[in-house]
């Protein structure tokens, strides 16, 4: 693919193997591989596949560039990634990142997909041509679809070694990603989900090779889950086989070998209660909920059939170990507070939870504090990406920071005032007060900038808290084994689908899905349903029929809303979602980034109950008709 692969600078955490069209490869190595298999009285082999597919996010990718006289250079952007735009100028262009400003307003909607820098480059090299003038660059749908990155592919095989009572003794996996005609993020996608290849179940024997490779199609990146839920695809359907081979319950299989306190996962990181949550309770909660025990096919009538499928998942975030995020509080006049943060607002609703610890901090009504919505590089603090489900974490903990720091500034002026020490006040209610006798107090809009004495005299200043995070103890994975912490937690969760199939055309309805996920504390019991169903109607509409359609010349043929047809209105399923709370210690009230996890499960538990209902393995997606059709008069292991 390159001839000149050794002139390249590399990430160096980047390994591609020249005279191959082998972007990456990561390998997970943990244990003894042969021994697993050779202790296990059954081994199961699976292989699936789904070709790329879109974001389709509401809005396009768009851009726009201009370069002022002086040499400053103003970029206006639909991005997950602001901060990142100006670096790239730096690298690519020499351009001074003091010099370069990123406007990135409300976006409509991105999943992953905009958070490489794309469009943003070439309004910058347009703008530079026509001597600093505003360029606007912009995609029509169709363009959005073949031009700019996509839903990765995957082609993965997942043999698993059980004892005949179910207990996983070995796990070998490879996965082929689809990262298109340039490696870009596809590289991270294939290493994260090496990290997370056994799903949230501990197997002592581990043998994964993930490879990212180039191919003539559209390149990919990221989409919500960040690789997951294309790993729990095909691990969750290997083990609903293997459930089948020994006649056993599948619920009881994953219960059983369900990840606890104590394990290690595939890259060998020692997990506690704290960072990886609960997931025998969310496995418990999901076959409450599903009235699993009643049933889990009928017959209906002489054509409809009723299936239940279930699955799990989990997430680490596989990032830059130097992460970090800073947020600035200022105060008003009156009393109530600006916060700032390089977190875009994409629809996840971070700003509110933003707002929402500021407020519990400084117990303040939360209508006093006031989140800056757009970002503005030259003068927000950065944060590393709005990706992975990162934004609660990272920003909530420098939001926290940034309160604590005001509190001290507030303290230490309104000691002054009333004399009377920092540690004998309390910050509260609009108010500094004495903690023993709150009748004695300032008003914080009085100390708020600074304070005057009756004769004229004056200390403080503008109250400004400032707080920062950066992630800790993390380490790149080691290139020959795998070992390494790749991220701060592992969030869990267990998901289901229940459906309605016709055996006389093929056709199904999916009547409910289910959704029960770990989330530390829920903060906003609102925000986190919808931010599940959302990402659940994601995985449903992905892996009942989406998907690109390909030409001999890997061109894509259906690159329009008429063609390509995810779920509409109308045609949703009941959402059922319940929430585990187990606190993560090291996390802004206990909260676990939920952004992500409702997609998880969501193909593989269709792919379960359509298997089951149709009596045929379904091991491709997306799940049409014809491809359930298809696999029935082929390779069959029941009748229809």
Same mark, same amino acid.
């Given at each position: ?32 591989? +042969?021994?697993?298999? @050779? ?5 199961? /082999? ?10 389709? @996010? ?5 851009? =726009? ?13 639909? %991005? ?14 020499? /351009? ?10 409300? !976006? ?21 041509? $026509? ?13 959005? #679809?073949?031009?700019?990155? $996509? ?13 005949? +009572? ?31 290849? =056994? ?6 024997? *581990? ?17 919500? %889950? ?49 960072? !990886?949550?609960? #997931? ?64 875009? +607002? ?13 407020? /519990? ?11 800056? #919505? ?51 006040? /309390?910050? &509260?209610?609009?108010? $500094? ?88 504390? *829920? ?8 931010? @599940? ?9 992905? %892996? ?50 939920? &952004? ?5 499960? #969501? ?20 799940? $049409? ?13 029941? %009748?229809?």
């Amino acid at each position: 693919m390159h001839e000149h692969l050794d002139r390249y600078e590399k990430n160096k955490t980047t390994y591609p193997e020249p005279g191959t069209n082998v972007a990456q490869r990561t390998k997970i190595r943990k244990g003894n591989i +042969e021994q697993g298999f @050779a202790e296990s009285d059954v081994i199961v /082999e699976t292989s699936v596949s789904f070709a790329p597919s879109d974001h389709i @996010a509401m809005e396009t990718r768009c851009a =726009t560039a201009e370069i002022w006289p002086d040499g400053t250079i103003h970029i206006s952007a639909s %991005s997950q990634s602001p901060f990142m735009i100006k670096k790239l100028l730096h690298t690519y262009f020499g /351009e001074e990142t003091g010099k370069v400003i990123v406007h990135t307003p409300l !976006v409509g909607g991105a999943y992953g997909g905009k958070a490489p820098v794309q469009l943003e480059l070439l309004a910058y090299l347009a703008s530079k041509a $026509v001597g600093g003038r505003k360029v606007s660059v912009w995609n029509s749908r169709e363009h959005d #679809m073949v031009t700019s990155p $996509v839903h990765i592919g995957l082609e993965a095989t997942v043999k698993i070694g059980a004892t005949k +009572e179910g207990l996983f003794k070995a796990m070998e996996i490879l996965f082929l990603f689809d990262g298109g005609a340039y490696s870009d993020k596809a590289i991270d996608v294939s290493r994260a989900a090496a990290v997370d290849c =056994t799903g949230p179940y501990h197997v002592e024997n *581990v043998f994964c090779d993930s490879l990212c490779v180039y191919t003539n199609r559209p390149y990919a990146t990221p989409f919500r %889950s960040f690789g997951h839920c294309e790993q729990a695809f095909a691990v969750e359907r290997a083990i609903d086989e293997l459930a089948r081979t020994l006649q056993l319950d599948p619920w009881e299989v994953r219960r059983k070998n369900a990840i606890r306190p104590g394990h290690t996962t595939p890259t060998q990181v020692r997990l506690t209660k704290s960072n !990886v949550g609960n #997931m025998p309770a969310c496995l418990d909660r999901l076959r409450e909920l599903m009235r699993w025990d009643e049933w889990q096919r009928v017959e209906v009538d002489a054509y409809t059939v009723r299936a239940k499928g279930i699955s799990s998942g989990w997430k680490t975030s596989t990032i830059d170990t130097d992460a970090s995020s800073g947020v600035i509080l200022t105060f008003n006049s009156d009393g109530s507070v600006n916060v700032i943060s390089g977190v875009v +607002e994409i629809g996840t609703g971070t700003k509110t939870v933003l707002a929402q610890i500021v407020s /519990e901090r400084l117990k303040m009504d939360v209508d006093c504090v006031h989140v800056k #919505m757009d970002i503005d590089t030259q003068t927000t603090p950065e944060h590393w990406k709005t990706v992975a489900s990162r934004g609660t974490f990272m920003a909530g903990r420098a939001a926290l920071a940034a309160a604590d720091d005001a509190i001290r500034q507030l303290k230490d002026i309104a000691a002054c005032v009333l004399r009377a020490s920092p540690d004998d006040l /309390e910050v &509260g209610f609009g108010r $500094v007060f004495l903690r023993d006798d709150p009748a004695i107090f300032l008003p914080i809009k009085d100390i708020a900038y600074g304070y005057k004495f009756p004769n004229g005299n004056a200390i403080g200043g503008q109250v400004i808290g400032r707080g920062r995070y950066i992630l800790r103890h993390l380490t790149p994975l080691d290139p020959k084994t795998g070992a390494g912490k790749p991220g701060p937690e592992w969030g869990v969760c267990a998901e289901g689908v229940e459906i309605e199939f016709n055996r006389r055309d093929y056709t199904y309805r999916i009547v409910k899905a289910y959704a029960v996920i770990d989330a530390g504390k *829920v903060l906003n019991p609102k925000a986190a349903l919808g931010q @599940a169903m959302g990402a659940m109607s994601m995985g449903l509409s992905f %892996s009942s029929r989406e998907g690109f359609l390909f030409d001999n010349e890997q061109r894509v043929l259906n690159p329009q809303l008429r063609t390509y047809r995810p779920i509409r209105f109308g045609e949703h399923p009941e959402y059922i979602v319940e929430f585990v709370e187990t606190p993560q210690i090291d996390a802004p009230y206990g909260a676990r980034g939920i &952004g992500e996890h409702g997609l998880i499960g #969501m193909p593989a538990a269709l792919a379960n109950a359509l298997s089951l209902a149709a009596g045929v393995p379904l091991n491709e997606l997306p799940l $049409v008709p014809e491809l359930i059709w298809r696999t029935q008069k082929g390779d069959s292991y029941g %009748s229809v």
